[in-house]
T-cell receptor, first 115, second 110 residues
Framework: GAVVSQHPSRVICKSGTSVKIECRSL??????MFWYRQFPKQSLMLMAT?????????EQGVEKDKFLINHASLTLSTLTVTSAHPEDSSFYIC???????????FGSGTRLTVV | EDKVVQSPLSLVVHEGDTVTLNCSYE??????LLWYKQEKKAPTFLFML????IEKKSGRLSSILDKKELFSILNITATQTGDSAVYLC??????????FGAGTRLTVKP
């Protein structure tokens, strides 16, 4: 079955630094990937949709200059949280869609803590 | 290592059929298990289960947890084409992050 690998699973960084999160589709080509954010006791919140080879589409309220998304190949998407602040501490999870008619596969998520 | 395993990964049925989706887990300091339905983008929340043997129902959907055997099932009766979606099982870990299963892709044919 389709597998999406997300790394790192947990990261702690200092305020003002940048953190990169990777999401890889291991056995299929992901034409579309989604990045979610989850606050405690809440459901996933879609941050952005990225399509291979084109710019990501950000949801309303999500700062595109702060959350840089790159989907340069059919198997890799990255989310970079730039100039991180404590309020960026959250759980980030990616999801990949193989084709228009295929379901979604989630990565295992990344717990980001900014201190 | 915390782990959530769903089965089957894919299921195709016809309208009116009843389906059972499975989720097993291995999580340190278990507190709850959640079910989500995902159709287009963000998954939508279905149930949160914390106690064994207590069935939760919402219309044609129901779910139950077995904390002794470390699994949960999600039942959908009299399925409709609108039930076609990916159903996700997730468990918060000791560190409060959510470990998701790979999902079950349900297709309901007319």
């Amino acid at each position: 079955g389709a597998v999406v690998s997300q790394h790192p699973s947990r990261v702690i960084c200092k305020s003002g630094t940048s953190v990169k999160i990777e999401c890889r589709s291991l056995d299929f080509q992901a034409t579309t990937m989604f990045w979610y954010r989850q606050f405690p006791k809440q459901s996933l919140m879609l941050m952005a949709t990225s399509n291979e080879g084109s710019k990501a589409t950000y949801e309303q309220g999500v700062e595109k200059d702060k959350f840089l998304i790159n989907h340069a190949s059919l198997t890799l998407s990255t989310l970079t949280v730039t100039s991180a602040h404590p309020e960026d501490s959250s759980f980030y999870i990616c999801s990949a869609r193989q084709t228009e008619n295929y379901g979604y596969t989630f990565g295992s998520g990344t717990r980001l803590t900014v201190v | 290592e915390d782990k959530v395993v769903q089965s089957p990964l894919s299921l195709v049925v016809h309208e009116g059929d009843t389906v059972t989706l499975n989720c097993s887990y291995e999580v340190t300091n278990f507190r709850s298990l959640l079910w989500y339905k995902q159709e287009k983008k963000a998954p939508t929340f279905l149930f949160m289960l914390t106690s064994s043997g207590i069935e939760k129902k919402s219309g044609r959907l129901s779910s139950i947890l077995d904390k002794k055997e470390l699994f949960s099932i999600l039942n959908i009766t009299a399925t409709q084409t609108g039930d076609s979606a990916v159903y996700l099982c997730a468990v918060p870990t000791y560190y409060n992050d959510m470990r998701f299963g790979a999902g079950t892709r349900l297709t309901v044919k007319p």
